[in-house]
């Protein structure tokens, strides 16, 4: 079993900056693809980065440039660095962890989620 807990979410205001931050514990490792989801209300839930084997890296359009994912292999954690925040990054952000080896940006391929952090961004 996989057990994921996220921290660092709150609320902001716009231009600002947030640091979220996943513990993974149990099965995991750098092998697994780690990603960060978000979900608004009544938006289906979307990738916003994964990080891969190997560092590789993935990140939705609209977080290109402001958000940096990254992974502490001796805590094992997978952090999101968000800068430059807008209102419509406004949402509930999940860990997850999803296969092994490979990087993946299919909701359906991660198995193991946390219970999520509330990022509000205010104009």
């Known amino acids: 079993q996989v057990q994921l807990v996220e921290s660092g979410g709150g609320l902001v205001q716009a231009g600002g900056s947030l640091r979220l931050s996943c513990a993974a514990s149990?099965?995991?490792?750098?092998?697994?693809?780690m990603g960060w989801f978000r979900q608004a209300p009544g938006k289906e839930r979307e990738l916003v980065a994964n990080i891969a084997w190997g560092g590789v890296t993935t990140y939705a359009d609209s977080v290109k440039g402001r958000f940096t994912i990254s992974r502490d292999n001796v805590l094992n954690t997978v952090n999101l660095q968000m800068n430059s925040l807008k209102p419509e990054d406004t949402a509930v952000y999940y860990c997850?962890?999803?296969?092994?080896?490979?990087?993946?940006?299919?909701?359906?391929?991660?198995?193991?989620w946390g219970q999520g952090t509330q990022v509000t961004i205010s104009s």
């Open positions: 149990g099965r995991t490792g750098v092998i697994y693809t």
């Open positions: 997850a962890q999803g296969p092994r080896w490979r990087a993946t940006t299919d909701v359906n391929e991660y198995n193991y």
